[in-house]
């Protein structure tokens, strides 16, 4: 039997950062909540990438919460790292924090957490360790959300087979 690997939180750490653009608004002046997604699911990816250094996919975006409006003139940065690792699924979390860049002053946007999977299942991933009190508060609570998860899949999944295509 080999031992499991072990990977830091920090060590999946990915980083974006962004201006947000005209392009990028909605009606209301704020970021279009789908370009958000698109951005946050792409920096996600890679936090999941570098720890099963393999091929995954979205299989949910699980939870995510507008805190703040992000507005022209303002920049986005998200930052997400693993926060739960299952047999053959990557749990990442993703905070967005705005900056207003005429004065500086930065706030929490959103936060989300995402789940990936394997589409190998057969590699082994590494046991998350987590370090920051952040990452600590983060990862303790992946159990937790993992079995909301798989629950309201269950239910979802019921629904889901009684839709009908017309």
Known sequence: MTNKSSIYCSQTITITEHRILVNDLNEHQTVFGGRLLELLDGTASISAARTAHNST??????QFDFIAPLKLDDSLIIKSYVSGIGNSSIEVFAKIIGE????????????????FVLTDKKIELPTLVPQSPEEVT?????????????????AFK????????E
């Open 100 to 115: 207003h860049l005429n004065s500086g002053k930065r706030f929490i946007a959103a936060t989300s957490f995402l789940t």
């Open 138 to 154: 983060i990862c303790n609570s992946y159990s937790q959300r993992r079995a909301e998860y798989k629950k309201s899949s269950l």
């Open 158 to 165: 019921t629904i889901a087979d009684s839709i009908s295509l």
């Open 57 to 62: 996919v979205t299989a949910a975006v699980n």
